[in-house]
């Protein structure tokens, strides 16, 4: 049998493609609507057309994707534990969160001795015996979902560790555990936002996977399940499950992996259409453009950041759109504008290549498929004991290991994105680095 890949694209308009080995597509299909027995049809139908084609590995946009506007019904109550006391106990965990959010998430909450400074070193012994307060009461509310964060936990996470054994030991095994260093970005409020956000939602993912495992299981596909992130990157199911805000905009991502594809473009803008607006977008370094602002969701500041877009009323798409595209080759070059649906026609507004996609319909699912898997880390160095050359180097050795933990051929993996920013106002001798690697599935 022929061994072939599936790119799935799930949201409003669902869609599916069947690439071959060497990239090409050989099938595809829409859904009717975002119901499972549509999905299941879609899939069926698009598998029907090459029964001879053995499925190696499955590729999805949008699974478990949420709107940041309302969290979900079923998200879970969660105990928060930050380690940072006694310092930052006056700005206790969700303060100025929406009172909505706070009655559907919130559980117990405590602020314990612990935490490291930017050097590493500790700021004060962990306070093993509140941290065992805490998880007892915890357990006597049912609480199942955990989020713990301490002070410069991304370089230093021993402290943060310490808990979740505790947390564990008390609790169940069973017990949702998000620690707050593998949150990107800096800001120890916001780390804890996300980390909050990501542990209350995270029985709500595993749940979506397992039904879309037993969807494509009934269809005879038994291939290993990959992810698209919100930043164009495979990444593995468990990982997502761990960490489900890092879906947000994955099928808008998606998306701008499949016209990337379709026209083998490194760098490019893309107009999106809708009869009230458009969205503009870019791809650079073959990726979507993520924006240098962090984002807030469900009205809370967090530490994520989202792709770059501009949103621009219809009425006024002919005014904005040439001088936005303009702005925007200063940097980016030459790089051509792509059209991606009928109902819009940027030529007579755009100067340079304008590009229009035929392959709209499935963009996203094309996206999914052709997608390489990466790894993105984003945190403090401290170069006190060693130079600023072998800081970076340490940084991309940590992207490429994330890489290769998404599931990326150890042997392919490049960096494809780095940057520092200098951190002026802390004494010691410290950067923050951030590095993305990508590579093609193993």
Known sequence: MTATSMGISLGTCPAAVLLDANGAMIADAKATDSRASSITEMLRTVLHEHKAHRI????????????????????????????????????????????????????????????????????????????????????????????????????????????????????????????????????????????????????????????????????????????????????????????????????????????????????????????THSYVTAITDGLPWESHRTATMFGVPTSSTGLWKTRIPQELLEAKLPRLVTRMRSWLGDAPVVSLTSSTTPEPLCPGPILTSRLGHVAGALGAATAFAGGTIDRVYQFGDRTYAECVTAARADAVDAAARAGADPAKIEVVRFRDTPLTYVSSTCVRLSATATGPLK
């Open 56 to 275: 190696t590995a499955v590729m999805v946009a949008g699974l478990g994707e949420v709107s940041t506007s309302r969290i979900p019904i079923d998200a879970e109550k969660v105990g928060v534990l930050r380690i940072a006391g006694p310092t930052t106990a006056s700005v206790p965990p969700m303060f100025g969160w929406p009172g909505q959010l706070t009655r559907a998430v919130g559980g117990p909450a405590t602020v314990v001795a612990g935490g490291h400074e930017y050097d590493g070193s500790e700021r004060c012994n962990l306070d093993t015996g509140a941290i065992v307060d805490f998880a007892q009461s915890c357990k006597r509310l049912s609480i199942k979902a955990f989020a713990i964060v301490g002070t410069n936990s991304q370089s230093m996470p021993t402290h943060e560790s310490a808990a979740a054994t505790i947390v564990r030991d008390i609790v169940g095994a069973h017990a949702i555990v998000t620690l707050g260093g593998a949150a990107g970005g800096i800001g120890l409020i916001e780390r804890e936002n996300v980390t909050i956000l990501d542990s209350a939602i995270s029985a709500r993912s595993a749940r979506v996977s397992t039904e879309m495992t037993h969807i494509l299981g009934a269809l005879g596909v038994d291939a290993q399940m990959h992810v698209v992130g919100g930043d164009g990157t495979l990444m593995s199911v468990a990982d997502m499950i761990r960490h489900p805000l890092r879906v947000r905009e994955s099928t808008r991502a998606g998306v701008i992996g499949g016209i990337r594809h379709e026209h083998d473009l490194a760098d490019a803008l893309v107009v999106h259409a809708s009869p």
